[in-house]
């Protein structure tokens, strides 16, 4: 059994952190909202594979109490990912393995900086999941978990594997960390992005759009095409096929029922939206790379806008302002 | 001087009716929401050029009321373009000729269905204007109109032209109208577009952000290569210079201080938006042609949703529907 932080457990480092709880090993959740709930009562998860109940969870409130780890889960939202090294720093000794279970692109590359890149992996989790009131998941569908080594030595990502499947945690090791991230990415920037862009709409209200639906396969193209120089920029045989891609997102997103989108809950709560991961990063790698990423681009600018917006930054014109007199001679 | 029509006398047909009718013109307004107080205060104009009162002014509630005349202008909202060819037919004699003074694309070819296509021109009006109360037209600047005949006539463009300059109204006749359609949509898809994508913004925030500028100028090129490919699907030698195009529409707008755009209005009042004229027509006539326009074609998408959020027909998640439970085996 081993000994785990969950550093920022949210919705997706919360689940994942009960089941390998659920499995025995000894995790230690670094907490915020949930704190207090937590000590309390414990942290319920609601899934279809079984619902289940943690009665004692290790929950701290600063990373201090965490102790040195063998593994470290990340799982902060990526707007703190400048936080992400302080944070995990304290439990982070010479044997410890650390994985950035974020989405978007430019993860690994800061991990790096923090620590030794042979001590980091990642991790994106196709797992439908919300969380409830405090202390409580909902997990609604899927789980499987993407990783990749940052300096992708196949042995280290078999000892990731053998963590995660010993919480019956169905874990897929990419042909490489890069490849495994452009492939979430077809499916982060499509829904999250017009989730947003659409002023707070589900994944069924995309599906059912002809054009959304089309906007975001042709999203998907262009992270086929960045990504697919992305690889082989770096040297790397592995390409995504967009036509084995785009259709498996689909058929997944069809089974979601109205899923709301990670970027969307933060963009009703009025919470920093993940753009910059999800968005601008890829955005500026393609550009890098001479790659045209029209559609990304422009929902890139429009998704920031509505961030600025939503969170006051940016005013917006209302109907007052449409009654004042306007300066006659500007 | 001349009999003129002014069907769909909004903040437009208002404005150029109104300096027609000042250079001593018979001009009759159909009206909708001013009559009232046109009926009873005349039509008062806050113009840089100079400010001037009609003190009487013919208007009618219906079309009927108008009678023939030698001129229509029909400036109806392109969202009752259905509407523009029964609401002009009872004063169109063989010898009228009618002017559509609308924004977007696919406007000709219904005013062709209606009438001979030698009674039809275009009108594409470079200005900035608003409607303030009843009876009030506020013109902030510009007021140049682009015009076309719909058989491209040369003696047909120079009537229209004298008409309007003999209201001190600028008037440039086109190539062609549909170089004068496109060109004027250099402007009106990127800053019609991304005022309302963005929430609600005037043109000084698209031009403060440094991606929705670069996105203003994508879509500007990709309407240039669509209007190029369109004007040489129709055997026209005129051509739309990005170059110069351009600079020209980022200069001119750079001197509108934060403008509110003809769809923001829309979009801030709830109303209906233009988006098939504007954006939906030519997106469509983009792929006829072959022509890629993603960038076109992911604001359309987005702006034609947030027409339907806008309008009540496409409900969007609030905070109240996060705090639902979520049905746990979906």
Redesign the interface.
């Known amino acids: 059994m081993a000994n785990i932080a969950v550093v920022g457990a949210g919705a997706v480092g919360g689940y994942y952190g009960a089941r390998l709880a659920q499995a025995g090993h000894d995790v230690r959740f670094l907490l915020r909202r949930d704190l207090e709930a937590v000590r309390a009562r414990g942290l319920q998860v609601?899934?279809?594979a079984g619902?289940f109940h943690l009665d004692h969870v290790n929950a701290v409130a600063t990373p201090e109490e965490l102790g040195t780890v063998d593994w470290v889960i990340c799982s902060l939202k990526t707007t703190s990912l400048d936080a992400a090294g302080p944070l995990s720093a304290p439990c982070v000794g010479p044997n410890t393995r650390v994985i950035a279970l974020m989405n978007g692109l430019g993860i690994e590359s800061r991990f790096s900086q923090w620590f030794e890149p042979r001590q980091v992996f990642g991790g994106m989790a196709f797992v439908?999941i919300?969380r409830?009131e405090p202390g409580v998941i909902?997990h609604?569908?899927y789980g499987r978990v993407s990783i990749g080594h940052a300096l992708d030595d196949p042995a280290e990502n078999e000892l990731l594997r053998a963590l995660l499947e010993s919480g019956n945690i169905e874990t897929v090791v990419a042909p490489n960390l890069r490849y495994a991230r452009w492939e979430k990415l077809c499916w982060n920037i499509p829904f999250n992005g017009?989730s947003v862009?659409?002023?707070?709409?589900?994944t069924a209200?995309i599906l059912a759009?002809a054009?959304?639906r089309?906007?975001a396969e042709?999203?998907m193209r262009?992270v086929v095409l960045a990504g697919n120089a992305d690889l082989a920029a770096a040297g790397s045989e592995a390409r995504l096929d967009a036509e084995e891609v785009i259709p498996r997102m689909f058929t997944l997103t069809g089974t979601?029922?109205d899923y709301?989108t990670s970027m969307?809950?933060d963009y009703?709560?009025g919470a920093e939206l993940e753009v910059e991961t999800i968005l601008g990063n890829p955005v500026r790698r393609a550009r890098e790379l001479g790659v045209p990423v029209?559609?990304i681009?422009?929902?890139?600018?429009?998704v920031?806008?509505?961030d600025r917006?939503r969170r006051g930054l940016?005013p917006?014109?209302?109907?007052a302002?449409?009654a004042q007199?306007?300066?006659?001679?500007?």
Chains 1, 2 share one sequence.
């Open positions: 609601f899934s279809p619902d439908c919300n409830g909902h609604l569908d017009l862009a659409g002023g707070g709409i589900g209200t759009s054009e959304l089309a906007t042709r999203l262009e979601m029922g709301r969307v809950i009703v709560q029209p559609a681009e422009t929902l890139y600018a429009i920031a806008n509505a917006v940016q917006v014109l209302t109907g302002d449409l007199p306007r300066p006659v001679h500007p």
